[in-house]
Every structure is written in structure tokens, then in C-alpha cells.
């Protein structure tokens, strides 16, 4: 049985970090992309951050400079540091596994990331 499973979210001021987690299980790890998506209420899910299988990382152009997203193989995790967060930032945050041949899309439960004063 396949499951990801988010950790890390919260609520964090304007200007604050936080690091979410993703654990992995279930999957061949090393064959398949990583990736964090999220969904603010009332707009669709988006894309911002992946990382290859290989390690090549692609950022949404609106948390790029600001997020980093990286992968522990050996840990079947993938990870989301997160700095300088903006209220815009808010939103429910997927950990997403897509599958290097088939192209199959794993989704997480999502962990809510809230950013107020």
C-alpha cells in the first residue's frame, strides 16, 4: 500500500520558515519525482517545487529564492524548507510521487501551512 505522508505544517508569521516533510512508503523511492503542490480556498492546486529521481529541482516562479525542496533517498522522504513566507503562501501543501515510467501520480493528504501575524 502506497502512502505519503505530510508533516511539518503550521502556522507561522509573515517572514517566518517552516520545513515540511514528507515520508514515502509503499514505492520503489528512487524511481519516482518528487514533488509539493499546493491549494489555497477557492483556487485549483498548483505546482511549487519538484525534484527528479536524479535530483533536478524546478520551482513555481512565485517561491522561487524562497523554497527549497530536497529528497533523502536513503529515508524515502522529500522535504520542503520554506523561508520567508508570505500570506499568499497559505494553503493546503501536497507531497506528490509520480512514477519515472508509468507516469502514476501518488498524492498525499496535505498538511495546512497558515501565514498570519
Known amino acids: 500500500q502506497v502512502q505519503l505522508v505530510e508533516s511539518g505544517g503550521g502556522l507561522v508569521q509573515p517572514g517566518g520558515s517552516l520545513r515540511l516533510s514528507c515520508a514515502a512508503s509503499g514505492i520503489i523511492f528512487d524511481i519516482h519525482a518528487m514533488g509539493w503542490y499546493r491549494q489555497a480556498p477557492g483556487k485549483q492546486r498548483e505546482l511549487v517545487a519538484t525534484i527528479s529521481s536524479r535530483g533536478s529541482t524546478n520551482y513555481a516562479g512565485s517561491v522561487k529564492g524562497r523554497f527549497t525542496i530536497s529528497r533523502d533517498n536513503a529515508k524515502n522522504m522529500a522535504y520542503l524548507q520554506m523561508t520567508v513566507l508570505k500570506p499568499e503562501d497559505a494553503a493546503v501543501y501536497y507531497c506528490?510521487?509520480?512514477?519515472?515510467?508509468?507516469?502514476?501520480?501518488?498524492w498525499g493528504q496535505g498538511t495546512q501551512v497558515t501565514v498570519s501575524s
Open positions: 506528490n510521487a509520480r512514477n519515472d515510467y508509468s507516469g502514476y501520480d501518488y
